[in-house]
């Protein structure tokens, strides 16, 4: 009797033995660019590529599992047929039989093939690949949690973290000198991109958020109208919009969705901007380190969120655009100031300043040094927290030799402030003449 369903079952586990090989080749392949386009173009296999970014000892357990599976399936196959064709040899001559041509079949067309295709073209594999892999990974799961979970177990006994390692200041200096010689960036750069990226893991998102007095927002009882030209007034990408008060956000408006829905989908534009804002929203607490914050923009392809305080109200905003600033230095676009919009010289030792100037800024241009304190970024903060309130028009406040002047304000914060420094002190404009 001639072995037909041992035969198929055989050329379906060397099937399945290629398509695990390649699929583990595919997705290690991949890089976090391409993994992120692969998440924005592909939503059904974006759930798979989350959890691989995320817990990637999960994924290659379910692909060696499964690969061990079909091989050791195949094996028992390929014995069952050579028993049958080569009936009239001994067995032990059958077995080799067997095990040569399995060897032979695993190699070429379940591993050294698909992994090479894999490797050279990552991208065509993997996306059949993981719509395949969404439908079979509910089998696998729980045997490979527990495979993982027993070798992260023994990696510990052993002595090892199942952390990964972390980049060192070393490694940070080389990179940054190697990118300098191939002319990546200016050697005046280095010294303050190294110490933008060392002290990057220790920033924490109030720091460098857009706080809610500076943010713009939308009332859920805008219309498509109104929206359309606040949006186009203030040359924002993305606004929040909030229901009764703004502690409670209830979207995120889109500029290119707004646009889409008046001018493709025919929407009335009386109709409320709620229709339209995107309900997924995402809040990180002040106090969470930007690196951190980083990660969930990564994983949720998010590029703004709400920042919120100890008690759940709404503190500001802030974008990965904010976050890439802290290491390659500003990233101007049609909203930015430059310093000559934050600053006003009125004679030699006199500079109108906006309240709103990051210390870091303040002390830059006017080559000065504030207190550092985590209750303050800004110079309108400084000074509020140095007397205690929001200080009316023409409140003079000295500190270190230097003369502060409110110009302008309101009971809720201050907008432009009169420095007045010694006349032995330049500023950076001054220093570069």
């Given at each position: 009797?001639?072995?037909?369903?041992?035969?198929?079952?055989?050329l379906f586990?060397?099937?399945?033995?290629?398509?695990?090989?390649?699929?583990?080749?595919?997705?290690?392949?991949?890089?976090?660019?391409k993994i992120s386009i692969l998440k924005e173009n592909h939503p059904f296999i974006s759930p798979v590529l989350l959890k691989w970014e995320e817990n990637p000892g999960i994924i290659l357990s379910i692909l060696l599992i499964g690969n061990n599976i079909v091989n050791i399936f195949?094996?028992?196959?390929?014995?069952?047929?050579?028993?049958?064709?080569?009936?009239?040899?001994?067995?032990?001559?059958?077995?080799?039989?067997?095990?040569?041509?399995?060897?032979?079949?695993?190699?070429?067309?379940g591993e050294v093939t698909p992994k090479t295709f894999a490797k050279i073209n990552p991208e065509k594999w993997i996306i059949?690949?993981?719509?395949?892999?969404?439908?079979?990974?509910?089998?696998?799961?729980?045997?490979?949690?527990?495979?993982?979970?027993?070798?992260?177990?023994?990696?510990?006994?052993?002595?090892?973290?199942?952390?990964?390692?972390?980049?060192?200041?070393?490694?940070?200096?080389?990179?940054?000198?190697?990118?300098?010689?191939?002319?990546?960036?200016?050697?005046?750069?280095?010294?303050?991109?190294?110490?933008?990226?060392?002290?990057?893991?220790?920033?924490?998102?109030?720091?460098?958020?857009?706080p809610r007095t500076d943010t713009k927002f939308l009332s859920s009882n805008t219309t498509l109208q109104d929206a359309l030209d606040h949006v186009q007034e203030w040359g924002h990408s993305r606004v929040p919009v909030f229901?009764?008060?703004?502690?409670?956000?209830?979207?995120?408006?889109?500029?290119?969705?707004?646009?889409?829905?008046?001018?493709?989908?025919?929407?009335?534009?009386n109709e409320k901007v709620l229709s339209v804002a995107r309900k997924i929203i995402l809040y990180v607490p002040e106090t969470q380190k930007i690196n951190q914050t980083l990660k969930k923009f990564q994983q949720t392809r998010n590029h703004l969120a709400i920042v919120v305080d100890e008690f759940g109200g709404t503190s500001g905003i802030?974008?990965?655009?904010?976050?890439?600033?802290?290491?390659?230095?500003?990233?101007?676009?049609?909203?930015?100031?430059?310093?000559?919009?934050?600053?006003?010289?009125?004679?030699?030792?006199?500079?109108?300043?906006?309240?709103?100037?990051?210390?870091?800024?303040?002390?830059?241009?006017?080559?000065?040094?504030?207190?550092?304190?985590?209750?303050?970024?800004?110079?309108?903060?400084?000074?509020?927290?140095?007397?205690?309130?929001?200080?009316?028009v023409g409140y003079f406040l000295l500190h270190n030799g230097f003369s502060y002047i409110i110009s302008e304000s309101n009971e809720k914060q201050i907008s432009k402030v009169q420095i007045k420094f010694p006349a032995v002190h330049k500023s950076e404009d001054e220093c570069d003449q």
């Amino acid at each position: 009797m001639f072995p037909v369903y041992e035969i198929v079952g055989l050329l379906f586990c060397i099937i399945m033995s290629s398509y695990f090989s390649g699929t583990e080749t595919a997705i290690t392949a991949l890089s976090h660019m391409k993994i992120s386009i692969l998440k924005e173009n592909h939503p059904f296999i974006s759930p798979v590529l989350l959890k691989w970014e995320e817990n990637p000892g999960i994924i290659l357990s379910i692909l060696l599992i499964g690969n061990n599976i079909v091989n050791i399936f195949g094996t028992l196959l390929a014995g069952r047929i050579a028993f049958i064709v080569f009936s009239d040899f001994s067995r032990g001559m059958v077995d080799l039989i067997a095990g040569i041509t399995m060897t032979f079949f695993v190699l070429i067309f379940g591993e050294v093939t698909p992994k090479t295709f894999a490797k050279i073209n990552p991208e065509k594999w993997i996306i059949p690949a993981l719509f395949f892999f969404r439908l079979i990974d509910w089998i696998i799961m729980p045997f490979a949690i527990v495979l993982s979970k027993m070798a992260q177990f023994f990696v510990k006994i052993m002595g090892g973290n199942n952390k990964p390692s972390e980049i060192t200041q070393s490694e940070i200096e080389y990179i940054i000198e190697k990118s300098s010689t191939d002319g990546v960036f200016d050697q005046d750069d280095q010294g303050e991109l190294l110490s933008s990226v060392i002290e990057f893991k220790y920033t924490i998102v109030r720091e460098i958020m857009t706080p809610r007095t500076d943010t713009k927002f939308l009332s859920s009882n805008t219309t498509l109208q109104d929206a359309l030209d606040h949006v186009q007034e203030w040359g924002h990408s993305r606004v929040p919009v909030f229901k009764d008060n703004l502690d409670n956000i209830v979207g995120i408006l889109y500029v290119k969705d707004l646009i889409n829905f008046i001018i493709f989908e025919k929407h009335d534009l009386n109709e409320k901007v709620l229709s339209v804002a995107r309900k997924i929203i995402l809040y990180v607490p002040e106090t969470q380190k930007i690196n951190q914050t980083l990660k969930k923009f990564q994983q949720t392809r998010n590029h703004l969120a709400i920042v919120v305080d100890e008690f759940g109200g709404t503190s500001g905003i802030i974008t990965l655009e904010d976050i890439i600033e802290e290491i390659v230095g500003d990233i101007q676009d049609e909203t930015d100031q430059n310093y000559a919009d934050l600053f006003v010289r009125i004679d030699e030792n006199t500079v109108i300043a906006d309240a709103h100037i990051s210390i870091d800024e303040l002390e830059t241009y006017l080559k000065i040094t504030l207190p550092e304190s985590s209750d303050y970024s800004s110079l309108g903060g400084f000074i509020i927290n140095e007397i205690g309130i929001v200080p009316p028009v023409g409140y003079f406040l000295l500190h270190n030799g230097f003369s502060y002047i409110i110009s302008e304000s309101n009971e809720k914060q201050i907008s432009k402030v009169q420095i007045k420094f010694p006349a032995v002190h330049k500023s950076e404009d001054e220093c570069d003449q």
